[in-house]
């Protein structure tokens, strides 16, 4: 009996060593688990911040841009005047933006040109009319496309005509992650009281420049003619 | 009748004292050990790049935002004395304002190229490039300072953003262009 008992403790105290490598096998497991959530964690930080600050940065760029646009002056005869004067007298004179909206095309076209090759954007004016109902008196609108798969991609600038805020809102849809700017101003028409006037400018990347895609089916856009 | 003695010693085969039998056990705890160290080690070091880089560009884009204010800048002084915002901060910073080209032709300032940027700065009527810059710590402006050809350091911040720049009752569409290195 004695000897089953001395024989039984001496095995256990020789498998010391057994149990030390499984302990420090289980340590070095944790440890690697440990490791790499610390190594994952340590190379995404600040990640999200960047990002936020990316965004900000865009959203203040296109904030900069919307009112650029609006302040700039523009050649009228000899002497210069405020684009936005110059939009305005032609929506008293015409109910429309037929004499000026080439040159707020070209405006626009300078002040986004460094980031033209690689986002699309639009730029209209709109006003809720007695109905409630969006009217775009003015849409200028900024795509790259390829008119086939071998060709390259081009800047393409368009006047459209949109009726309905549906119709926009499915082409903004489809573009994708958009960013807006707006700013109000009043428009005055021949007959009628002042309006209250939505100018935005809306930015996003431009990530599919296939042309046979048909984009613009639903806005009735003509090319601008910059001559 | 097995003796006691030779029990033992059976037992005991491979026994190489207390130190040696746990020997096999020390090698995945000190590799551990020493790779917990070394990533921790990583991870602070890390953290502490990607602390000052989000200081510094949270300083700059601030700094720039504040610059350009409501987009709208009326006159070489009051170009001047935004510039002052820059003035003294722990890292070098060149402001300035570049013309926007209005013909449909004309190519980008930057030409889609701004780890380099060194665009031809404004002059205003009377001549004065519209550009300031400061070197590191200095409260004043140092007109020697030079935008370098490429950056060998992570910290470097360069915004832009078009803003209206009134001058002699014109407003012209600019871009504010601002470059921050340490």
Redesign the interface.
């Known amino acids: 009996m004695e000897i089953k008992s001395n024989s039984f403790k001496s095995n256990i105290f020789n498998s010391k060593g057994q149990a030390a490598i499984t302990d420090a096998l289980y340590f070095l497991i944790i440890i690697v688990g440990l490791c790499s959530f610390m190594f994952v964690f340590s190379v995404n930080y600040g990640n999200l911040l960047d990002e936020r600050l990316k965004q900000l940065n865009e959203q203040e760029f296109i904030g900069s841009a919307l009112k650029t646009i609006i302040y700039s002056s523009t050649e009228r005869g000899t002497q210069s005047d405020y684009l936005l004067a110059k939009l305005k007298e032609d929506y008293y004179n015409n109910d429309s933006f037929s004499d000026s909206n080439v040159l707020l095309a070209k405006n626009i076209r300078g002040i986004m040109r460094e980031i033209e090759a690689s986002h699309d954007y639009l730029f209209y004016i709109s006003y809720s009319s007695d109905k409630e109902i969006l009217t775009f008196p003015l849409v200028i609108l900024h795509l790259n496309l390829k008119a086939n798969e071998t060709s390259p991609v081009t800047s393409n600038f368009y006047n459209c005509l949109i009726t309905d805020s549906a119709s926009l809102n499915k082409f903004l849809r489809d573009a994708g992650n958009v960013k807006p700017s707006n700013a109000q101003l009043l428009l005055k028409p021949r007959e009628g009281n002042l309006i209250q006037a939505n100018a935005s400018l809306i930015v996003w990347p431009s990530t599919n420049p296939d042309a046979s895609t048909n984009k613009l089916a639903d806005l009735n856009c003509t090319a601008v003619q910059f001559s | 009748m ?1 003796s ?1 003695k030779f ?2 010693k059976t ?2 085969r491979g ?1 190489i004292g207390p130190i040696g ?2 020997l ?6 000190i ?3 020493t ?2 160290f070394a ?2 080690t ?2 602070f070091t ?2 502490d790049v ?2 000052q ?2 200081n510094f ?2 300083e700059v ?1 601030g700094l720039s ?1 504040s610059f ?1 204010a ?3 800048i009326a006159g070489t002084s009051n170009f001047e004395k935004s510039c002052l915002n820059f003035a003294g901060k722990e890292f070098n910073s060149v402001i300035g304002l570049t013309e ?5 032709a ?1 190519a ?3 030409l ?1 190229d701004l780890r380099n940027p060194n665009p031809p700065y404004y002059k205003d009527s009377l001549g004065a490039e519209l550009s300031c810059k400061f070197k590191t710590a200095s409260p004043t402006q140092n007109s020697d300072l030079k935008i370098p050809d490429s950056f060998s350091t992570q910290f470097y911040a360069i ?6 720049f009134e001058e002699n ?5 600019m ?1 504010l262009v601002v470059v921050a290195w340490k």
Not at chain 2, 100 to 104: E, F, G, N, S, V
Not at chain 2, 159 to 164: E, G, I, L
């Open positions: 097995i006691k029990i033992l037992n005991s026994f039998d746990d096999p056990s020390l090698i995945p705890i590799f551990g050990l790779m917990f990533v921790l990583f991870s890390s953290f990607k602390n880089l989000m560009h949270l884009f935002t350009k409501s987009s709208y926007i080209k209005l013909d449909p004309a980008p300032v930057f889609n915004y832009f953003y078009p803003v209206a009752g014109l407003v012209k569409p871009y």
